[in-house]
T-cell receptor
Framework: KAGVTQTPRYLIKTRGQQVTLSCSPI?????VSWYQQTPGQGLQFLFE???????NKGNFPGRFSGRQFSNSRSEMNVSTLELGDSALYLC??????????????FGPGTRLTVL | AQSVTQPDIHITVSEGASLELRCNYS??????LFWYVQSPGQGLQLLLK??????LVQGIKGFEAEFKRSQSSFNLRKPSVHWSDAAEYFC???????????FGGGTRLMVKP
């Protein structure tokens, strides 16, 4: 069974631009979560989607948004990019989500660099 | 609020030596605890998890962890480290809001030949 895939793997943008990252979960998984990883702040939860609905949201500004499609694929969008948005963005999928006992499987991440 | 502390930022051990990585958590109820490993340029791979029951949990790659409620700890151990174990290790706690995980700062493991 294929794992979680994320595209693109690397991205370079300039301040003020916007960016869209994509995540395809493991087949059969309906929950997708997004995390930001930076050297200064570590791994931080962005949001979780289940059945095309955002179920949880972390403490990030409104510039960070996401959505989920009927096939469970998810995208996250960052508008008006800032230098501090440079990070590794990780996507994780789980069968149903909503429960801490659901194991999350992580993708390889998208490395975003903002210049 | 839930939180996780990994006191050791870097650890260096010799190949073949035993390993213990520390993790302390703060959580109001029974926590769901996880250990993940991240190799350079890679995502996170789950090593093991604890939800309830036996406090000694076995994972992949020969790792185990012990849940100690009295010490709010969930330390990761391996009896004999291999060079391929060099990576960054993250402890995480879940349970506060759906399947949101709160991660510790990570411990980078280096293995000396």
């Amino acid at each position: 069974k294929a794992g979680v895939t994320q595209t693109p793997r690397y991205l370079i943008k300039t301040r003020g631009q916007q960016v869209t990252l994509s995540c395809s979960p493991i087949s059969g998984h309906r929950s997708v979560s997004w995390y930001q990883q930076t050297p200064g702040q570590g791994l931080q939860f962005l949001f979780e989607y289940f059945s095309e609905t955002q179920r949880n949201k972390g403490n990030f500004p409104g510039r960070f948004s996401g959505r989920q499609f009927s096939n469970s694929r998810s995208e996250m969008n960052v508008s008006t990019l800032e230098l501090g948005d440079s990070a590794l963005y990780l996507c994780a999928s789980s069968l149903a989500g909503g429960r801490a006992s659901d194991t999350q499987y992580f993708g390889p991440g998208t490395r975003l660099t903002v210049l | 609020a839930q939180s996780v502390t990994q006191p050791d930022i870097h650890i260096t051990v010799s190949e073949g030596a035993s390993l213990e990585l520390r993790c302390n958590y703060s959580y109001g109820a029974t926590p769901y605890l996880f250990w993940y490993v991240q190799s350079p340029g890679q995502g996170l791979q789950l090593l093991l998890k604890y939800f309830s029951g036996d406090t000694l949990v076995q994972g992949i790659k020969g790792f185990e962890a012990e849940f100690k409620r009295s010490q709010s700890s969930f330390n990761l151990r391996k009896p004999s480290v291999h060079w391929s174990d060099a990576a960054e290790y993250f402890c995480a706690v879940g349970g506060n809001a759906g399947n949101m995980l709160t991660f510790g700062g990570g411990t980078r493991l280096m293995v000396k030949p």
